[in-house]
């Protein structure tokens, strides 16, 4: 038996409501930039990894020649994450610093070490430092 | 363009089929949600008041939810008991794992079994209801009702594939760097591998994962596309399983999908799974 008249509305009026806010949460939130808690939105993983940062620590020669050190053979620990967090997976640019000059005591008296690292950011990787600076060297 | 109209309005609105799909929704959905929950709400860990009152309607009514007992009552409630989980304790409290992703699909997705008459199928109110038929003497109860409910269970999967690949058609995502983020930070560490194979390969990764979701977010309801676009899915949602923090999402997913099937084959399907005779959902008319 088909649905009565009353039936069909009402489903109408259902379909109408669910399907709106089901649609409405990502058109608001990700087509006009709005926020909502009442709201559905599906931005997965839109913010995620964003706490690590590709780092690269240089030692600059007399003659301006850059060589990378290998923090794992200059601390002596071995290249895994089981290693300390703070020199497997380094998060941001204070932390990349704080490595640094870790390193700066473990590596002989007078070196000159610099770091290059870009972290990640929800834009694509940001470069924060350059080889500019002389972690070894007290501020 | 009417007749269109008008067949769009049937499929949507007047369609009727196999309740099973539904009832297999039900019944794969309320594991899911115990695996997320049911260890949050246990009474020796002294919650406060609500979050017991919450927790207690969780346990019975997805209890009931599961066997199909009173399944109509079940559903709703449980609908409504998710919707307070998610809003009250996760919006209200600010419990923020309770708002993420997946378990907003499994919330909405609860509540939207509340809209199909998924106890007709694989439940106890089945099993009454065929007693009762016997006891009279008369034919079994049919499985068959209004689709509409997982027409809306389909139309969520679709707009989740579509809003979460919009929202990766930036640079950021189809260069690939995204995915060299997440890699990095679950596996490698601040260890960006040596050679351009890396940066390829995430590349490669990132548009074939947006491709992928929009082939999805559309193909899903294009019967011809269902064999290879189901598979893939399938697969697509297992590796994020097991690459990424994902919990309860890709079975979610998976589950779904039946929402998309031809809900007569899926109670052929059942009919073959169990070896018994063949059933017909509806009765001659």
Redesign the interface.
Known sequence: M??SRTV?AL??L??AA??GF??G??VYE?GFGGRS??L???????G????????HYLEHAADGTLTEVDRYAVLGVP?S?STARSV???KDLAA?EALGRKLCRALPEGTDLRLKARC??????RSVARAADNLCVKP | MKRLAARLFHFLVLDEGSTRPAALVRLGLVPLLWSKWAGDFLQYLDPAPHVRVIGLSFYASTTLLFFGVWTRVAAAWAGLTMLAVYYWIGHVDGKEPYVHHHTGLLVIATALIALTPSGRSLSFDRWWALRRAHGRGGAAPEEWGPLWGQRLLALQVSVLYLATAYDKLTPAFLSGARLQHHFMYLYLGSNYPDGSWYAALCQVLAVATVALELALGVGLWIPRARPVLIPLGMLFHGILFVTLPVSTFSLTMWLLYLAFLDPAAVHRFVDQMVGGPRTQPQADR
Do not use: N, Y
């Not at chain 1, 995620?48 to 780092?55: I, K, Q, R, Y």
């Open positions: 088909p649905p069909v489903r109408v259902v379909i669910v399907g089901m649609i949460g990502p990700q808690k009442l559905f939105h599906w931005m997965m993983f839109s995620f990894g964003t706490e690590v940062c590709d780092v290249r994450p497997w997976k380094v990349a990640a950011t929800t834009k694509g990787w």
